[in-house]
């Protein structure tokens, strides 16, 4: 017998008893977009690689170790998306979204990454992504963060924090980099291999090395705050401000510098203790410069994106994913004339009292199989009908959850009205 085939590595299934808190994750940011006023944008999942290239930084592990790249037919060099932020501005430059425009868009589905697979860090992942163009902020940057917050109530998420910083401008970064060009060649002889290569691309992300022999070196680094230029100042010092009177707690992390090249100004992450070592969950920042970087107009942006499994297993952790897809109703029909208008009573039904969820048993089977399905089902009522009821129009109404009811009997035409009484009768 030859070997079952499993799921790529890093690439997992979700099953139905688990797509509950994605449902739930998903439904509630879609809701939360619309009250913002922020419409759906979706894109392909493959771009060309110099698109990654050019906004996320050729320096970053994401542009050197771990891109899905690979030349097609056309020896055109393809790669699919790490992230979403590149691709959105793509799609809205070159379909002139941002002549003369404000956009507030986002998007939702699959990132590819080559990592080493590990608890909430998939080489498949998924994640939702929010982006506002065309805002030079800070007041939109307080938005996005409301947003965030409003969406762990939502779900009733706890103990998530937030961290922000301030990048400050390319221009003060210059500055910035030299100081800290100057301070780790002192300490070279702690650095390792990936920080003495970021040296002189990218030093900003030796900060971000998660090497625990780096952390004292990295402790006594120059604080990015204390060479931001004024305009970057003033604008994250009403950032905080706004924050403050929102009633959002933060805290100032000189530390935090995110992963793409592109960022610039404010950097925030939502962070958590109940994942281990990926404690991130929400993770945005502002990218004034990435349009003219690809070629645009400059445009100043700012987004975010959260990591959709990380929320799912937070929901599981604390007891807050919901599993509400089985049905309302189930159909037992035990016998030929039963089965012959089963089908089409459970449309009336759908048609008579809409959002009932209405499964009809399928397959055959004896009735005491039949009524054990409906009750592993999660189904609140069953109804029955068998050859008999089948002939006068009339079905058994038995109530499967919570209090007990006598079973009785209600004609097809008044079953669907019966049933949408019986159902808010009962608690949920």
Not at 302 to 318: K, P, Y
Request: proline share 4%; hydrophobic share 40%; net charge negative.
């Amino acid at each position: 017998m030859s070997e079952t085939l499993q799921a790529v590595r890093g690439m997992n299934d979700v099953l139905p008893d688990q797509a509950a808190a994605w449902q739930l994750l998903e439904r509630a940011a879609r809701e939360i977009f619309a009250q913002y006023g922020y419409r759906e944008i979706r894109l392909p999942l493959l771009e060309r690689t110099e698109l990654f290239k050019r906004s996320i930084g050729e320096f970053t592990d994401i542009v050197e170790k771990e891109m899905y790249t690979f030349r097609d037919r056309g020896d055109d060099s393809l790669t699919l998306r790490p992230e979403a932020t590149a691709g959105i501005v793509r799609a809205c430059m070159s379909n002139g979204l941002l002549h003369n425009q404000r956009q507030k868009v986002w998007l939702m589905g699959p990132m590819f990454r080559y990592e080493r697979p590990q608890k909430g860090r998939y080489r498949q992942f998924h994640q939702i992504d929010v982006e506002a163009l065309g805002f030079p902020g800070p007041d939109v940057d307080v938005e996005l963060i409301l947003m965030t917050a409003r969406l762990w109530r939502v779900l009733g998420l706890r103990g998530l924090r937030l961290h922000l910083n301030s990048l400050g401008t390319p221009a003060s970064r210059v500055v910035y980099r030299a100081k800290l060009v100057e301070y780790f060649r002192a300490h070279a002889a702690v650095l390792d291999a990936d920080s003495m290569r970021r040296l002189d691309g990218n030093p900003l992300r030796i900060l971000d090395s998660k090497n625990p022999a780096l952390a004292a070196v990295i402790a006594g680094a120059p604080l990015i705050t204390d060479h931001l230029d004024a305009e970057s100042a003033a604008h994250f010092a009403t950032l905080c401000s706004q924050l403050t009177g929102a009633g959002i707690d933060f805290v100032v992390n000189p530390r935090l510098v995110r992963g793409l090249d592109y960022y610039s100004r404010t950097v925030f992450e939502w962070v958590t203790t109940d994942l281990g070592s990926q404690d991130a969950v929400c993770s945005g920042g502002r990218y004034d410069g990435l349009v003219e970087q690809l070629g645009g107009e400059a445009v100043p942006a700012i987004g975010w994106a959260l990591g959709e499994e990380r929320i799912v297993e937070l929901l599981r952790l604390q007891g807050l994913a919901r599993d509400e897809g089985g049905p309302d109703v189930y159909l037992v029909l035990a016998g030929p004339a039963a089965e012959a208008v089963g089908l089409g009573l459970a449309e009336r039904i759908r048609d008579g009292a809409p959002g009932l969820r209405v499964e009809t048993n399928c397959g055959g089977g004896s009735f005491k199989s039949q009524l054990k399905r409906a009750d592993k089902s999660g189904a609140r009522v069953a109804v029955i009908i068998g050859d008999d009821e089948a002939s006068r129009g009339v079905a058994a109404v038995k109530a499967l959850r919570g209090r007990e009811a006598a079973q009785r009997e209600v004609s097809f035409d008044e079953l669907a009205a019966e049933l949408g009484r019986e159902l808010q009768a009962q608690p949920a």
